[in-house]
């Protein structure tokens, strides 16, 4: 467990700082100002966290030299949450890893299942829905075209800054949450730009035709086919290239079929699962001749030793009771699924729509819980709009 003091007389700086670090299991002190008279100790302190915008330069000064902060404890001095992430990813890491450059990185655009969902209450999590960009060997892949997948669209603009852009944008399946975004996606309307959009052909849905329609006069103003850049929609076996980056199709259990990726990489493996339902009972199986048995074996084996796992959590256990074969999993089921699979890393992925930020900050909790009661081997946090992991 890390502890961090967080020091701004911005008291909205501090709930969101806050709200970072606690959904990542530390613990938080908060105060206005930290001088002689404070009295907070320090023995178990990783980081002190100084708000230079609220507290001033003369402050800070005062608080970097005051007695209490020991030589061993980093102090940083920067505003935002993005301060809080990235000490945590620092921190949280292997000393033999901190000063190591990775060249494969995830960014989280959109993390919502079903419908999009904005709102003060899910502000710290975000209400788009699923789209994961990842960088990896050179590539760019997006997993899914969410609602999520207009800002990074823009992101993905700035970034390059004139260059041409070529993407691999790769869909799990066709449900509407999963698709929405495309039509917004500014690089599709770039004519420099190449973009592969890649669809398993198991899962068997006309790719190119579901886009198309869901862009017809009736539903959106522009076509398809005005988008300016080099598109080209493909259907891929089980296995297939995304330029160096090797990546693996396989089915996971939702209405209407659907699939997983697991992108081979050289810092570890990357499982994408956003909509699965992982039943014990074996009342909702969503594959023809598979039951939940073979299922669950079967899936272990795609997913087993991730570095990183995304997955479906919508759920508690206690909630799915009343939705079962719906496609989607508790957070129970897929904690132990993931453990069972050594899997370093979990990543809660597709939050219910009418989960609030408290709602996620407490499935994180029983997760974590979950791990430390079994003493399984597994990382958990839940994915956020905005959330960077270096592999």
Not at 123 to 132: A, D, E, H, P
Not at 202 to 222: I, K, T
Not at 319 to 328: F, L, P, S
Request: charged share 25%; glycine share 8%.
């Amino acid at each position: 467990m890390k502890n961090a003091i967080l020091v701004s007389s911005d008291a909205r700086w501090r709930a969101v700082t806050e709200g970072t670090l606690l959904s990542r299991g530390w613990r938080v002190a908060s105060c206005s100002g930290l001088g002689e008279e404070d009295r907070i100790e320090l023995a178990q302190v990783q980081a002190v966290l100084l708000d230079v915008d609220s507290l001033g330069a003369e402050e800070v000064a005062r608080v970097m030299s005051s007695k209490q902060i020991g030589s061993g404890i980093p102090v940083i001095v920067a505003p935002g949450f993005r301060a809080a992430e990235n000490l945590a990813d620092f921190l949280e890491s292997p000393a033999e890893d901190r000063n190591a450059v990775s060249d494969v990185k995830l960014r989280f655009w959109g993390v919502r299942g079903s419908i999009p969902s904005p709102g003060l209450e899910t502000s710290f999590y975000g209400g788009n829905t699923s789209c994961v960009e990842l960088k990896a060997a050179g590539e760019t892949l997006i997993l899914d075209a969410g609602s999520g997948i207009r800002p990074l669209g823009d992101a993905l603009i700035h970034e390059a800054a004139g260059a041409p852009l070529h993407l691999h944008l790769l869909f799990s399946h066709t449900h509407w949450d999963h698709i929405q975004g495309f039509p917004f996606f500014r690089p599709a309307y770039q004519p420099a730009n190449r973009i592969r959009l890649i669809g398993y052909s198991g899962v068997r849905h006309d790719l190119e035709s579901v886009l198309d329609a869901q862009m017809e006069l009736p539903y959106f103003p522009v076509s398809m086919s005005d988008m300016m850049a080099d598109v080209e929609v493909v259907q891929v076996d089980e296995r297939f290239e995304c330029g160096s980056v090797q990546v693996r199709a396989f089915f996971t259990n939702h209405p209407g079929k659907c699939c997983g990726f697991r992108m081979m990489t050289r810092s570890g493996d990357v499982a994408y699962v956003p909509d699965n339902e992982l039943n014990k009972s074996g009342l909702a199986a969503h594959m023809p001749r598979e039951d939940a048995k073979h299922f669950r074996e079967r899936f272990l084996g795609e997913i087993r030793g991730a570095r990183v796992l995304i997955h479906d959590s919508q759920y508690t256990r206690e909630e799915y009771v009343d939705r079962v074969g719906w496609g989607h999993s508790s957070l129970e089921d897929v904690v132990q699924v993931a453990a069972e699979a050594e899997v370093e890393r979990l990543i809660l992925f597709h939050h219910d729509p009418v989960r609030t930020d408290e709602g996620v900050n407490a499935l994180v909790a029983m997760a974590r819980g979950l791990v430390e009661a079994n003493g399984w081997k597994l990382r958990v946090d839940a994915a956020r709009e905005g959330l960077e992991i270096s592999l």
